[in-house]
């Protein structure tokens, strides 16, 4: 099936370290997201790519870095500069000609302590 | 810079009650897309439907519809006859074209949704 992979389901990591989010898909889409979702809030874009090797800042970029060297794939490290880690991270991809829509993959909660 | 309003924080029905939910966007754009996301607890967002801005006909899939109406900048989400199994989070989404061929989408903050048996 064809679809976004997003692993672990649920991370814990103590405060000062960086983690990795993965994500994964297999729907040939061009373009990739990352979000943030806090409790009540709706989702905040962090980091967008439209193809390979090609990224940029969404609106709360501060303390995550990303890489894209493969179309299938767009890890996003939470490093420890973002000062309030603990959230659920959604990610998402496009196919060019979908005039916006977006797939979500199932999301990863990180909680930092 | 666009924005999603969706006022209502929660809503809470019984089961078999019909429910409507607001979504108000504000664009500068003359073509966007507005869609609606549901959440379930399980955290996944599931796609119901997307609207671009040159079509305001009302759409209805099952005990879903919707009511676009560019006059007011609204896109409302009705549920007729809910169940237990639409408890979720909802979310309005407006996509514009930012350069490329990229489109962002800006959310609006959700509408928890709990029906009760």
């Known amino acids: 099936d064809g679809g976004i992979t997003q692993s672990p389901k649920y991370l814990f990591r103590k405060e000062g370290q960086n983690v990795t989010l993965s994500c994964e898909q297999n729907l040939n889409h061009d373009a990739m997201y990352w979000y943030r979702q806090d409790p009540g809030q709706g989702l905040r874009l962090i980091y967008y790519s439209q193809i390979v090797n090609d990224f940029q800042k969404g609106d709360i970029a501060e303390g995550y870095s990303v890489s894209r060297e493969k179309k299938e794939s767009f890890p996003l490290t939470v490093t420890s500069a973002q000062k309030n880690p603990t959230a659920f991270y959604l990610c998402?991809?496009?196919?060019?000609?979908?005039?916006?829509?977006?797939?979500f993959g199932p999301g990863t909660r990180l909680t930092v302590t | 810079a666009q924005k999603v309003t969706q006022a209502q924080t929660e809503i809470s029905v019984v089961e078999k009650e019909d429910v409507t939910l607001d979504c108000v966007y504000e664009t500068r754009d003359t073509t966007y897309y507005l869609f609606w996301y549901k959440q379930p607890p399980s955290g996944e967002l599931v796609f119901l439907i997307r609207r671009n801005s040159f079509d305001e006909q009302n759409e209805i899939s099952g005990r879903y519809s919707w009511n676009f109406q560019k006059s007011t900048s609204s896109f409302n989400f009705t549920i007729t006859a809910s169940q237990v199994v639409d408890s979720a989070v909802y979310f309005c989404?407006?996509?514009?074209?930012?350069?490329?061929?990229?489109?962002?989408?800006?959310f609006g903050k959700g509408t928890l949704l709990t029906v009760n048996p």
């Open positions: 998402a991809s496009r196919l060019t000609t979908s005039g916006g829509r977006q797939y």
């Open positions: 989404a407006l996509s514009e074209y930012s350069g490329g061929s990229n489109y962002k989408l800006t």
